[in-house]
């Protein structure tokens, strides 16, 4: 199959402006500027902006308070949150109110806590009362189990990782506590 370049029979059009093909777009090039000063006619110092809209009126708070929606509980006012709160704050360091009306039991004259040991598993206090010398584990009860408890005192418990001996002034899990610590 034979091209048309190489047939010299095949006659070669020309464009439109009557130049060839290879001058066709040279001439667009050339008439692209003028296109595009013919499209617009004003200068940068005629371009004007539209005015800005007007701004919209403040809306002004209407004397009515909005009703809350049925179901909903509305959330109380600046004025009813600060009225609620105490003026200041508690003091940290102040000694803590005693929690019932009675006063917390006072450490028996005479007992000596000098430490804690692990004995076969077993947490034990080391005490001192009335001459006498020992130790002590949970559950042993002054004048029951042991002479280094005065009459009613019992063991709450011996806490070896801390270092701290709890006592209890009566036989129910409730009575008060004394807390001995190293």
Do not use: Y
């Amino acid at each position: 199959m034979a091209s048309s370049r190489d047939n010299p029979s095949v006659r070669r059009r020309s464009n439109a402006c009557g130049c060839g093909p290879k001058r066709g777009w040279l001439v667009a090039l050339a008439l692209l500027p003028a296109l595009g000063a013919c499209g617009s006619n004003s200068t940068p110092d005629s371009i004007s902006l539209p005015p800005p809209p007007p701004k919209p009126a403040a809306a002004t708070p209407t004397a009515a308070a909005p009703q809350p929606a049925a179901g909903f509980t509305p959330l109380p006012t600046p004025q009813q949150v600060i009225g609620e709160v105490g003026v200041g704050r508690v003091d940290p360091f102040a000694p803590l109110p005693p929690s019932s009306g009675e006063a917390p039991p006072v450490l028996p004259e005479g007992l000596t806590f000098s430490g804690v040991i692990l004995a076969s598993g077993r947490a034990q206090a080391l005490v001192q009362f009335q001459g006498n010398a020992g130790s002590l584990v949970v559950g042993d009860q002054g004048g029951r189990t042991t002479d280094l408890l005065p009459q009613a005192w019992k063991v709450a418990a011996v806490d070896v990782a801390q270092g701290r001996l709890i006592l209890a002034t009566g036989a129910e899990p409730s009575s008060p506590k004394i807390t001995l610590e190293l």
